[in-house]
């Protein structure tokens, strides 16, 4: 992924905090870490309610650590800023693709974070909660998406973790998230939920096939390698590929997100048609 050093960054849509504290509010929306938990939960029989809310965590402390970014160009001696870029990207194709799109931001914690949804800790992995519209993330999580769950990495599947999550902002934007949560916790490959999860991977490809054709984005370029690594992340977060690992087999009716080949058809096709209208998955 190469970025255009020319572009303007707008840091104030990235914050960061460490620590955390209080709970209640809408259920947060898992993205392609918290499903981990879930699987470990159900097969080895643990409550993973501890690690979703809580009230023990130290006062939330924020920081505008990411104020030094103000160009593409700071990407280089900052790799932190790098997450400015993608945020920026993804919500300036959003702004132009869905009328009325309402910006928000992405928030970036260590340890645990309070929420509009409650307390989460770094372990549920990056989340979209819908009640402050609010994208979470600790960074941490892309070690364990290579090491762990063993995806290739890279920039473009950071990307792609992250406009997935702004996926769900689309979703919860157009009342689909709404529907699909007052459904209730349906699971299994053809659920609302499964569906729900298919259509923001999709959206990710969608952005990914523009990310560069704004010449004010700060993404400059796009390459085969890097959709492969966005394809290659869909893939390493499926259930099937979860559950296998975690436990050695794999239970259809239990998946949250997708199966691995689910996630990368969505991711593909989003990206080969470039068009979030072809990302309707409730009617397949």
């Keep these: 992924m190469q970025y255009r050093e020319s572009a ?44 979703l809310a809580g009230t023990e965590a130290g006062p ?17 001696a900052n ?18 693709a869905l009328p009325g799109y309402q910006a928000t931001r992405t928030h970036i914690f ?30 941490g999580f892309f070690a364990q998406l290579t090491r762990q769950l063993g995806a290739k990495g890279g920039d473009a599947a950071e990307a792609y973790v992250i406009a997935h999550e702004y996926g769900h902002h689309i979703s919860n934007l157009t009342g689909v998230l ?14 609302p939920q499964v569906k729900l999860e298919l259509q923001a991977d999709c959206y ?5 096939a523009n990310a560069a054709k704004d010449v004010r984005s700060p993404i400059a370029s796009i390459s085969r390698d890097d959709v492969l ?17 975690a436990t050695g087999r794999v239970d259809r009716e239990s998946w949250t997100h997708g199966s691995a080949q689910q996630r990368e058809t969505w991711l593909t096709r989003g990206f080969q048609t470039g068009d979030p209208n072809q990302c309707n998955t409730f009617a397949s």
């Design 110 to 139: 260590t340890g645990s974070v309070s929420t509009g949804c409650g307390t989460a800790t770094s372990a549920v992995g990056p989340f979209y909660c819908p009640a402050d519209r609010v994208v979470y993330l600790d960074t």
């Design 178 to 191: 709404d529907r699909v949560q007052q459904a209730g916790n349906q699971t299994g490959p053809n659920s």
């Design 60 to 76: 939330q402390q924020t920081a505008d650590s990411y104020a030094e970014c103000r160009t593409g160009a700071d990407i280089e």
């Design 229 to 245: 690594r966005a394809a290659d992340a869909a893939r390493s977060v499926g259930d099937d590929r979860i559950q296998e690992q």
């Design 8 to 51: 303007n960054l707008d840091s104030s849509q990235v914050t960061s905090s460490s620590g955390g504290g209080g709970a209640g509010g809408r259920l947060a929306v898992g993205g392609v870490g918290g499903l981990i938990i879930i699987v470990l939960a159900m097969f080895l029989g643990f409550d993973p309610s501890a690690l």
């Design 204 to 208: 990710a490809g969608v952005w990914l």
């Design 79 to 96: 790799r932190d800023c790098r997450f400015v870029a993608y945020t920026n990207s993804i919500q300036g194709y959003w702004s132009k």
